[in-house]
């Protein structure tokens, strides 16, 4: 379960921006996890409260924002919004794209006192 990597990440990464704040807590963090991570959200979440027992971030809610999967066309340069297994352009059907959202994972922001 590569969840767990990732929450101990996520977890280090809060901690670290919390000390440099000198707070006593984090009471909220805000992860933004693309379509297309490759990761089990309810996998990441019980990581997290897991790993997050014994420190500062102990009890914070752990709010997963979706980061929906995009795309954009090589030949018209339509951006556009990609259905599962539909990998082509909306405007122009070439399947000649990029996908520049939705393969995201990372702290948006987190809440302290």
């Given at each position: 379960m590569h969840e767990a990597s990732i929450a101990q990440n996520l977890l280090e990464i809060a901690l670290d921006k919390a000390r440099d704040h000198k707070a006593k807590k984090i009471?909220?963090?805000?992860?933004?996890?693309?379509?297309?991570?490759?990761?089990?959200?309810?996998?990441?979440?019980?990581?997290?409260?897991?790993?997050?027992?014994?420190?500062?971030?102990?009890?914070?809610?752990?709010?997963?924002?979706?980061?929906?999967l995009q795309g954009q066309c090589r030949k018209c340069n339509e951006i556009f919004g990609i259905k599962k297994n539909e990998f082509k352009c909306l405007k122009c059907n070439s399947s000649e794209i990029d996908i520049i959202s939705g393969q995201d994972l990372y702290i948006q922001d987190i809440e302290i006192e």
């Open positions: 009471t909220v963090i805000r992860v933004k996890v693309g379509e297309f991570a490759g990761v089990n959200k309810a996998s990441l979440e019980f990581a997290f409260k897991n790993l997050s027992q014994g420190t500062i971030a102990k009890g914070a809610i752990f709010k997963i924002l979706d980061i929906s």
